[in-house]
């Protein structure tokens, strides 16, 4: 079991920037693709972020490209995500996910199926 801990959700006026935290306590993470997802009222959750640090690749996905940044900080078996010119839009719960070191997650990283662990849910609301 991987227990993910994620943190820095608020409420944040439209154009500006929040970080969120992910830790996985005790857990390397290092081999494993560490997703964001995120999911509004009445909507199907969605793709945001993706990052495997052994393969130095992230994905991103189109409303987040330019926008939003993820990064690691193995030490810490923590991954943030850093989220500027914040849009009313983007208003969610933003979930860490992660999954096992599956070979072919290059391939799955948008996809929830993909994700084995997941955090609780950090909430984000942009007003305009």
């Known amino acids: 079991q991987v227990q993910l801990v994620e943190s820095g959700g608020g409420l944040v006026q439209a154009g500006g920037s929040l970080r969120l935290s992910c830790a996985a306590p005790?857990?390397?993470?290092?081999?494993?693709?560490m997703g964001w997802l995120r999911q509004a009222p009445g909507k199907e959750r969605e793709f945001v972020a993706a990052?495997?640090?052994?393969?130095?690749?992230?994905y991103y996905a189109d409303c987040a490209k330019g926008r939003f940044t993820i990064s690691r900080d193995n030490a810490k078996n923590t991954v943030y995500l850093q989220m500027n010119s914040l849009k009313p839009e983007d208003t969610a719960v933003y979930y860490c996910?992660?999954?096992?070191?599956?070979?072919?997650?290059?391939?799955?990283?948008?996809?929830?199926?993909?994700?084995?662990?997941w955090g609780q849910g950090t909430q984000v609301t942009v007003s305009s």
């Open positions: 996910a992660a999954d096992r070191g599956r070979p072919d997650s290059g391939t799955y990283y948008y996809s929830s199926e993909l994700y084995d662990y």
């Open positions: 005790g857990r390397t993470v290092s081999g494993r693709m």
């Open positions: 990052n495997r640090w052994s393969w130095n690749m992230s």
